[in-house]
T-cell receptor, first 113, second 112 residues
């Protein structure tokens, strides 16, 4: 059982470039989340989705976009990469919100130079 | 706005000792609280989830307690092992929006 799979694991971008971070889960979870983790800081929620076709902003959504066309996939898009977006990005999923644990992928380490 | 504090930021103990990790949060209106483990270069693994109506939750050598009224949770690890070395994070789920607020974690090192 793969769980939550994130690709790529590492990426270096130049300022102004765009890219998509991929996230797939095989647990048939309705809820999916994108977080970023910066050194010395707690994880911050970027976007989340409660089901296919439904997404909403989290705490730090600026500079990012998401879509949820299927239950399994929840890609995160950076349109114009900025140095402030250098971070480790984690995707997570859960069957529901309250009362259910979140399952995390291994993360994507992104550097913007 | 919920704020979560975990003190100390780092802790080293000899193998075999029992230890307690602390988590405090400012808003007691929570659905539940999760404790996670994060190994270097890896994602988070959920260890225990305590519902707001519970006082304790146990899994093997781990025991988590919750005192919602005082805004505190503890993670007790019995008979520590080198494999327990990791960063431990707590995250209450906020009542109303059900989103997790993460602490910055305690980096635990078990000395063989």
């Amino acid at each position: 059982n793969a769980g939550v799979t994130q690709t790529p694991k590492f990426r270096i971008l130049k300022i102004g470039q765009s890219m998509t971070l991929q996230c797939t889960q095989d647990m048939n979870h309705n809820y999916m989340y994108w977080y970023r983790q910066d050194p010395g800081m707690g994880l911050k929620l970027i976007y989340y989705s409660v089901g296919a076709g439904i997404t909403d902003k989290g705490e730090v959504p600026n500079g990012y976009n998401v879509s949820r066309s299927t239950t399994e996939d929840f890609p995160l898009r950076l349109e114009l990469a900025a140095p402030s977006q250098t971070s480790v990005y984690f995707c997570a999923s859960s069957y529901s919100t309250a009362g259910q644990p979140q399952h995390f992928g291994d993360g994507t380490r992104l550097s913007i130079l | 706005k919920q704020e979560v504090t975990q003190i100390p930021a780092a802790l080293s103990v000899p193998e075999g000792e029992n230890l307690v990790l602390n988590c405090s949060f400012t808003d007691s209106a929570i659905y539940n609280l999760q404790w996670f483990r994060q190994d270097p270069g890896k994602g988070l693994t959920s260890l225990l989830l305590i519902q707001s109506s519970q006082r304790e939750q146990t899994s093997g050598r781990l025991n988590a307690s919750l005192d919602k009224s005082s805004g505190r949770s503890t993670l007790y690890i019995a008979a520590s092992q080198p494999g327990d070395s990791a960063t431990y994070l707590c995250a209450p789920a906020n009542f109303g929006n059900e989103k997790l607020t993460f602490g910055t974690g305690t980096r635990l090192t078990i000395i063989p």
